[in-house]
């Protein structure tokens, strides 16, 4: 009877203390989604530029971006999702050119700084600018990333490993649905 009373009060105390754990780690993820947008906000002073007129960015609303974006780069970008390897659009892609956000068209990466790392997504050794990525620790799968985003919306590009090649020793795994491509036609053109 004794261990039957304790097990059953320990089964209550695991319910509650479980329940108690995931509402504040609930919080804490909520709290830090919005310090991220409310820092996406902020850092909207990295501004795109069409014919040397700066350009504003209006961050747009979860509807609209279901709208815009198709299903799989809403998974990636405002759920911190990841496509499938060798299965994307730019995992391979050979052409010379810049990959900007596929959110706010901010430039996020230069085909001169993509390698092929072996694992399927594009990898590059560093950022178009320090500037245009922004970063944050994930834990999701029980040890620690480091996920980078775009530093004007927020969007989730991938991850940064330490294990690319020189200069910078830095691999930049990023999501092919989270970028869009944009080919440089006279190769002098930055």
């Known amino acids: 009877m004794w261990v039957k009373n304790h097990c059953r009060l320990f089964a209550v105390a695991f319910s509650i203390g479980t329940s108690v754990g995931l509402l504040i780690l609930g919080g ?7 310090s991220a947008a409310t820092d996406s906000t902020a850092t909207a002073a990295n501004e795109a530029a069409t014919d ?5 960015y209006v961050p747009k609303t979860k509807a609209q971006l279901r709208k815009l974006l198709s299903n799989l780069q809403f998974k990636v970008t405002q759920n911190e999702g990841t496509e499938p390897a060798f299965n994307n659009l730019y995992w391979n892609n050979k052409r010379d050119g ?12 230069d085909s001169k700084t993509k390698f092929e790392s072996g694992t399927g997504w594009p990898s590059f050794f560093q950022p178009v600018d320090p500037k245009s990525v922004g970063y944050k620790n994930d834990f999701h799968l029980f040890y620690k ?3 980078v985003h775009c530093s004007r919306c927020g969007a ?3 991850h940064v490993f330490d294990d690319g090649p020189v200069p ?10 989270s970028l869009k491509f944009y080919e440089r036609k006279n190769p002098e053109q930055q």
Do not use: L, W
């Open 28 to 34: 804490a993820a909520m709290a830090q989604n919005t």
């Open 52 to 56: 040397d007129k700066p350009v504003e």
């Open 98 to 109: 810049k990959y900007h956000c596929i959110v706010c068209d901010q430039p996020a990466f």
């Open 145 to 147: 990333r480091v996920e």
């Open 156 to 158: 989730h590009f991938g």
């Open 168 to 177: 910078t020793g830095k691999r930049y795994c990023m999501n092919s649905a």
